[in-house]
T-cell receptor, first 114, second 114 residues
Framework: DTEVTQTPKHLVMGMTNKKSLKCEQH?????MYWYKQKAKKPPELMFV???????INESVPSRFSPECPNSSLLNLHLHALQPEDSALYLC?????????????FGPGTRLTVT | GDSVTQMEGPVTLSEEAFLTINCTYT??????LFWYVQYPGEGLQLLLK?????DKGSNKGFEATYRKETTSFHLEKGSVQVSDSAVYFC?????????????FGKGTLLTVNP
């Protein structure tokens, strides 16, 4: 099973709302990632969790707040977003080190900020 | 820094035509190389990978060979189908840098007509 699941599939929120995106994997992967992808662009890395600890924060604004409650779950809490934050948000995971950290992506959450 | 350059798209082919999507890279260490595919409205799927020079990655009829002398990882398929229509991303992970950061090319949109 090489599946990463994400919920919800679509989300529309106002600039004053608080919402959360959820990502789950049951492959025993110990690194999990959040990416942002704008239309016709490659994904941009936002956060990396390794063994449930935040490893990389790519200078993401504080209105995005990641959380890793356990090794299978990754959340992204959203608050006071701007219209320019509208994008596809992708979660990914990668297995424990074997020398190659290939990443497996979920289907994404399509976020629209109004 | 690391970078990936892909051929500019879009690429439009007829069914059963031969496909080549060029990819060259710049890296400071000894990178692992990947091709990801993104079908419309979906997340990224790992298509194939190669971890050292002269390795050939292959999957679903697609192939790519890691050429260190030309710093290239061109994607090829002998006979494309309509279902191959998607965006293809070449990516690298540099062993000399963070083991979690994928550097993506800009992506190449492939459209296959019946």
């Amino acid at each position: 099973d090489t599946e990463v699941t994400q919920t919800p599939k679509h989300l529309v929120m106002g600039m004053t709302n608080k919402k959360s995106l959820k990502c789950e994997q049951h492959m025993g992967h110990r690194a999990m990632y959040w990416y942002k992808q704008k239309a016709k662009k490659p994904p941009e890395l936002m956060f990396v969790y390794s063994y449930e600890k935040l490893s990389i924060n790519e200078s993401v604004p504080s209105r995005f707040s990641p959380e890793c409650p356990n090794s299978s779950l990754l959340n992204l809490h959203l608050h006071a977003l701007q219209p320019e934050d509208s994008a596809l948000y992708l979660c990914a995971s990668s297995p424990p080190s074997t020398g190659v950290y290939e990443q497996y992506f979920g289907p994404g959450t399509r976020l629209t900020v109004t | 820094g690391d970078s990936v350059t892909q051929m500019e798209g879009p690429v439009t082919l007829s069914e059963e035509a031969f496909l080549t999507i060029n990819c060259t890279y710049t890296a400071t260490g000894y990178p692992s190389l990947f091709w990801y595919v993104q079908y419309p409205g979906e997340g990224l799927q790992l298509l194939l990978k190669a971890t050292k020079a002269d390795d050939k990655g292959s999957n679903k009829g697609f192939e790519a060979t890691y050429r260190k002398e030309t710093t290239s990882f061109h994607l090829e398929k002998g006979s494309v189908q309509v279902s191959d229509s998607a965006v293809y991303f070449c990516a690298l992970m540099d062993s000399g840098g963070s083991n979690y950061k994928l550097t993506f090319g800009k992506g190449t949109l492939l459209t296959v007509n019946p």
